[in-house]
């Protein structure tokens, strides 16, 4: 346990297992938005390069250049990101209840 004094000279107890386990949460919640990041990362770049395959291939069978810009398709990418993490969250705050 931890004793300290506060502004109003009141002695504080703190038990060592709430910190630990709030530190060990903080550390979860940091490693869980590193691992978003970097999914998000990968579905980015797996989806430009699926749409670029296809264009290619589009290209190649009609003679039609159908080129999407890049900016397109990483926004597109964010939207549906961003959809299925709202998604995410509403699943996570129904189950809470």
């Known amino acids: 346990m931890f004793l300290w004094n506060d502004s109003t000279r009141r002695i504080n ?8 386990l709030n530190a060990i949460l ?4 940091l490693l869980d938005n590193i691992a978003q990041a970097d999914m998000n990362q ?11 395959k296809h264009q290619k291939e589009l290209n190649e069978e009609t ?3 159908s080129s999407i810009p890049e ?15 709202t998604e ?5 705050h129904s189950d809470e209840k």
């Open 13 to 20: 107890f703190v038990n060592d297992n709430s910190i630990a």
């Open 26 to 29: 903080d550390k979860a919640k």
């Open 42 to 52: 990968e579905l980015e770049k797996l989806t430009l390069s699926i749409v670029e």
């Open 63 to 65: 003679g039609i250049d």
């Open 71 to 85: 900016t397109e398709i990483k926004k597109y990418v964010e939207d549906a990101i961003y959809f299925v993490e």
């Open 88 to 92: 995410r969250k509403k699943k996570l």
